[in-house]
T-cell receptor, first 113, second 111 residues
Framework: EAGVTQFPSHSVIEKGQTVTLRCDPI?????LYWYRRVMGKEIKFLLH????????ESGMPNNRFLAERTGGTYSTLKVQPAELEDSGVYFC???????????FGSGTQLSVL | DQQVKQNSPSLSVQEGRISILNCDYT??????FLWYKKYPAEGPTFLIS?????DKNEDGRFTVFLNKSAKHLSLHIVPSQPGDSAVYFC??????????FGTGTRLQVTL
């Protein structure tokens, strides 16, 4: 069984540009989460999808971040326009049920210069 | 305001000895606690968990202890092995399914 897949693994962009991160959860997992780790700090929750619906987006930093999960399969996280403080590692995780074990992807290392 | 704190950014332990990683939390609504392990360039992987109704959970070399009155949990690894070298994150959850993580402790197991 394939794990959670994230693409790209690394992205280097300039301030003001747009970047789109993609996450493919484990097949059959209705719950999909985005987390972010900035500069060696804690891993912070961004948002939670149940199928295609946003269950909780309380961790989204601001309206420059847009997450979608059309069709309830893969998800994208777009940052537009990117700022320096958006640099960090963006992790996606999925689970079958809302209170079940999370499986994390390897993350996307985003560097905004 | 950090609700889950790991005050030791790093820990070095000799192979075969016990590793003790600590975590403190402030939110009394947390009722489930987890430890995740992370190798470089990989995502966190689940290691062990404990419910607030218990004070100890053991899985092989790994044991998690929970002290609810002190809002403190710890992970014991014994005996420590070189392959245990990684960053360990403590995480907690309450009624919501989202996890609140600490900043991580880097464990180095030396030969």
């Amino acid at each position: 069984e394939a794990g959670v897949t994230q693409f790209p693994s690394h992205s280097v962009i300039e301030k003001g540009q747009t970047v789109t991160l993609r996450c493919d959860p484990i097949s059959g997992h209705d719950n999909l989460y985005w987390y972010r780790r900035v500069m060696g700090k804690e891993i912070k929750f961004l948002l939670h999808f149940v199928k295609e619906s946003k269950q909780d987006e309380s961790g989204m930093p601001n309206n420059r971040f847009l997450a979608e999960r059309t069709g309830g399969t893969y998800s994208t996280l777009k940052v537009q326009p990117a700022e320096l403080e958006d640099s960090g590692v963006y992790f996606c995780a999925s689970s079958r049920g809302a209170n079940e074990k999370l499986f994390f992807g390897s993350g996307t290392q985003l560097s905004v210069l | 305001d950090q609700q889950v704190k790991q005050n030791s950014p790093s820990l070095s332990v000799q192979e075969g000895r016990i590793s003790i990683l600590n975590c403190d939390y402030t939110n009394s609504m947390f009722d489930y606690f987890l430890w995740y392990k992370k190798y470089p360039a990989e995502g966190p992987t689940f290691l062990i968990s404990i419910s607030s109704i218990k004070d100890k959970n053991e899985d092989g070399r790994f044991t998690v202890f929970l002290n609810k009155s002190a809002k403190h949990l710890s992970l014991h690894i014994v005996p420590s092995q070189p392959g245990d070298s990684a960053v360990y994150f403590c995480a907690s959850t309450g009624t919501a399914s989202k996890l609140t993580f600490g900043t991580g402790t880097r464990l180095q197991v030396t030969l």
